[in-house]
DNA sequence: GTATAAACGAGACGGTACGTCAGGTCTTTCT
DNA sequence: AGAAAGACCTGACGTACCGTCTCGTTTATAC
């Protein structure tokens, strides 16, 4: 977003949040209704009830409107909380996240990962509003799981993410059909990544190991 | 691509050979400097000395075109090769994945995937020929591995391939600027999982991992 | 007009002669209509069901198309006739002209006229397509008046032109509501022009004049 | 203008005039920099350091705006003033107004008077504020001439006007290039009218006459 | 050898959307 | 309460491409 929230007192009419608001709902609305592809400046505009200009005012073109619209709707999804072991915490945010993508985050997020492909600007957005927060969360619990003696030491936490979640947005991302994001899914790449990662592996697995 | 080589002898002029490698290369030309989505038939179409209407004879848009340019050109890069052990036929070809997604396939694939999340004929064709090959004979490894006593029984193959290449599409993907696909990143991926994966878990493990 | 009919031997698909005409007719409806100032390559193509682009191939802008709509209609009104003596040709050719100018003429001419004081194509085109030829038949007419005697010798035809032409276009353009370009207007501009104003004509002149 | 000069008393502060006269000047500079069409009440208030709703709490569109800055400037040019005869008068204030036209004052007379064809206002103010002083003052001069016997009896003062400055304005305003609006030509015009352009004046004239 | 058929390049066609500009209005803060 | 600033909705600008449709031409097979 361009809006610069600086102390400066505004002069002229003050940017309508109103407008704002209804520009990211129209955004939303109209890529459930006719895709991602076919969105249009021109199209939120009109649903929105907004002139095209109020939203260059705002955005760069549609896809920063797209960016703003679906990472305030998906940053609320799917929290990293921590449990008692690094195995268990990993799991638990494992699955909610796997939730999260079957359903609508998973709809809204797809293509925009999709366009960060080509697009630099929304690619730093993801980095920055979606990708990064995660990674901190997921070192501070790969640090204490090594500090307590669950894992072993000298893990790169960012590697331990990338074995952890690559296999999700692997089944999200790279088309294959008939790979669904189940807890089962889960379940087995958090056995199969931790049973490595454990200093004392095949101890303290997940039931469905046995 | 349209072109159904039936045996029927062809009536009138032939499809021009030329025109069709021609546009292929444009595209791809094309891609290169002004990138994925600045691609018009039309440019493509200039670029090749080509009308558009020999473009819409084969193909139905541009991205149907990039699709047939890319893929013939990625497709030869990083065979999946079999060794001694699962977990070397894997390593080996992980790491020639790796190496081509650093160079010029993966400036080409990165697009092609990130469309495809939009485009479900891209997805399609995404998976038949490139993602399918692939699962195929990693099955057919992950299978001999078991057989062979190597790797745990009951295992799904499928899993064992997300959980090998989602860390590896993962830092292609999705956005994380600070994640090199080299090879100390493969071996670590590959002794996370195989360490969990093999039936005596913490043997045998790489070199790097002590 | 852009169009240029060279001898070259058409490319591709020829222009369509039926789009050009119901361009031009649908300009000349919508200036009826809204008004020449209310004009847009918008409305205008909306109205002749053609794609701006198709108007944008053809001219540069909507004063253009309005330049070549009126002309059209225009130029095939009020011809110059030569009569007996230059006095009759001129009178007759004065009367059809302020009758054109108060019908239709004078409504499509008189924007014209008005948007060239500040257009140079617009301007030029009018010189050359409605100025000129008028200009060409009258010096024909003053010289024959000066051949026969009727007509003082040493006559600058262009003077003489302005003149006698010049009142018709000064209650055409210069607003002064009460004047109209009624027939005894153009009689007594005749008869001023001819026979002079002064009671004793000859007597009194400018020195130049000698 | 809307500028109402009642006596009310003003409430609230008073209008700014050196915002007004900023203003004016802003539309003349403006006007002789990018020309008449390219003007905008935007462009003429950022010039004039002013807010759009100053220009529009006066005028009510940028022409209104050009109407006012143009009159002023050129209503002081060229003032009819009385000599010995109706001849020399005209003659003299003729003069003088080619003059004025021939510099800065035809440059900006010629778009007001173009815009005037298709706008309704500007018409009524160009006749009212420009055109009746004139015709009003040629009046009396006529009226005079005729007193006096230098002129014939029963001439319609207005069409006298016509027939003089018609010419002028011909030169000005429709498209003939070679045209320059001299001395010289002053001088024949004058002749023309004055003195008739026959050989024989008085003979073969039109029965409406006599 | 002459139809017949299809592909070819060129480019016009009716459209959609782009991103920009200005119009004229409205709302806020400052003077 | 006027003025400046600037946001608002509207509507048109001129451009780029879309995917389709003639054109006249070329290159094959079929008669």
């Known amino acids: ?40 400046v021109e199209g939120v505009a009109a649903r929105a009830g907004v002139g095209k200009t109020t939203i260059y005012r705002r955005w760069a073109n549609v896809w920063a409107v797209v960016m703003d619209a679906v990472l305030a709707d998906v940053v609320r999804a799917a929290p990293i909380e921590e449990h008692a072991t690094a195995r268990e915490s990993f799991r638990a945010s494992m699955r909610s996240l796997a939730k999260a993508y079957r359903g609508k985050t998973g709809k809204l997020l797809r293509p925009l990962i999709g366009r960060a492909q080509i697009d630099a600007d929304l690619r730093q957005a993801v980095r ?35 074995a952890l979640y690559g296999p999700i947005y692997h089944r999200l991302l790279v088309p294959y059909d008939d790979a669904p994001l189940s807890e089962a899914f889960i379940d087995q790449v958090v056995d199969h990544v931790f049973g490595g990662l454990e200093r004392n592996p095949g101890g303290g697995g997940h039931p469905a190991r046995r």
Chains 1, 2, 3, 4 share one sequence.
């Open 1 to 40: 977003m361009k809006n610069n929230n600086t102390d400066r007192k505004a002069r002229g009419r003050p940017r309508d949040e109103a407008a704002t608001a209804s520009i990211l709902r129209a955004a939303l609305e109209l890529a459930d209704e006719v895709g991602f592809d076919a969105l249009s």
């Open 128 to 162: 920055a509003r979606w990708v990064e927060p995660r990674r901190r969360i997921a070192r501070e619990v790969v640090r204490r799981g090594v500090e307590r003696g669950e894992l072993r030491e000298g893990l790169d936490a960012d590697v331990v993410f990338d």
